[in-house]
């Protein structure tokens, strides 16, 4: 009888064995696909966006259940009379009090227009009376009369409201001429007829630039309008009064730019954000927040790699060179934004020559000035698109030389209370 060793008597090891190399093996493999699937995820193109119908970016019926009172704004009443509240007994945060530097972290708030600069106001709105006036419409004003209302004209489009929007718009019509601020305000289509503006797609052979075929059962041709070719093109009409001014023989050019969305502001806010990088920039940002905790505009941010934002919460960037002046509260260099509240240099938007836009391109001698714009259909029936807020800057001539910033002193927020948390809470820490 042969006797063999014990240990060839010993049975086979089982796969799920502690010392098996086939768990470790099928756990890498997982851990493998589970990390490419993230990186698939995060780097998909945004999808088709299309109208049905183009909300606005924060819908203000959402402002109903914050019945606040109006903001207390810079220039209403002096320092030591600015109060908040029902009953009057609390000083407003919301003040111009910029002597107080601890509660903006060493940093000082710009006041004033040393310059003298002009000034050209644009929006667009939709659904916002709430906001119009409670908070835009004031405040506003009390911004022309700190400017000097010689130094300022306000161009505002309204389309497809169905609340008192229009109402309120003709009411700041009636307080702009009252300050004697130029101005345009257009009273759009109500929201039955822009509904059956969106009905009415192209008949075959006809061109039908700004419409995608998705198929959808909520369309019944199965074409919808995209959302961002329109909303450009409701941007250019805001920004038709410029040229106009231009046009008519008085040659009047704006020395600034400044969008405003539907969000809460003060003087102080403007005024900060015109001085930012020492007023040399191509385009200047604010911050906007929904909740006080995360910024809003995902669309249009990109930090100065071109990156999209690591996370809603502070301290955002991807990139060293953006995350580092975020971390010194200085200004921000990023590829675009628009985040609530953008300034433009005035110059990029009127027609002239390339030298005198300060940028060599032999092939395009004429430049014809900035519009809004989406990228081409066939791009985005891929699902491949791009925010108009953020195109702008891409075609911004004085990108490179000037440079884009987020100023992150100026914060603006949808709703008042946001406002009052994201201003003045101590630095960065809550945010």
Known sequence: MTFLPRRYLRAPRSPLHHHSRLPNLC?????????????IVINLPHPVR???????????????????????????????MRRVGREGDQESLLSSDIGNEETFQGFTPQIGNPNNETIFV??????????????????????VQHLGPQNVYVSIIESGSWDGTKAA?????????????????????????????LKHVPAEGHDRTGWLFTGRKESESGWEMRRIP???????????????????????????????NDVVF??????????????????????????PSQYYDTFALR???????????????????????????????????????VIFDGKPWYPSSSKEQGIDNSQNNNFKGLKFRGVADSLAQKHVEGSECC??????PLRESKGIYVNPNVRVAYRRDTYEKVLYQSGWRHL
């Not at 756990?27 to 699937?37: E, H, T």
């Not at 806010?269 to 940002?285: G, R």
């Open 27 to 39: 756990l890498a493999v997982v851990v493998f696909f589970l990390l490419d699937a993230y990186w």
């Open 50 to 80: 299309t109208i049905t119908p183009p909300y606005s970016a924060i819908d203000s019926s959402s402002l109903t259940s914050n019945q606040h009172e109006p903001l207390s704004l810079p220039g209403q009443n002096s320092p030591s």
């Open 122 to 143: 644009a929006a667009i709105f939709r659904r916002s009376e709430i906001m119009l006036r409670q908070n835009w419409s004031p405040a506003l004003i009390s911004l």
């Open 169 to 197: 718009l003709m009411d700041l019509d009636g307080m702009l001429n009252e300050a004697g601020v130029e101005r345009t305000i257009e009273l759009g289509m109500d929201r039955e007829a822009q509904l059956e503006e």
């Open 230 to 260: 329109y909303l450009a093109r409701l941007r250019n009409r805001a920004m038709e009064p410029l040229l106009r001014v231009w046009d008519e023989g008085r040659g009047r050019k704006f020395d600034k730019i400044l969008w405003i």
């Open 266 to 291: 003060t003087t102080t806010d403007v005024t900060t954000l015109l001085a930012t990088n020492n007023n040399s920039y191509a385009a200047a940002c604010s911050l906007d927040f929904s909740h």
């Open 303 to 341: 930090d100065s790699s071109g990156r999209k934002t690591s996370s809603l919460s502070w301290p955002y960037f991807y990139s060293s060179q953006s995350l580092n002046a975020l971390k010194r509260n200085e200004p921000v260099p990023v590829k675009s934004c628009w985040n609530g509240m």
């Open 391 to 396: 195109l702008i800057h891409a075609d911004n």
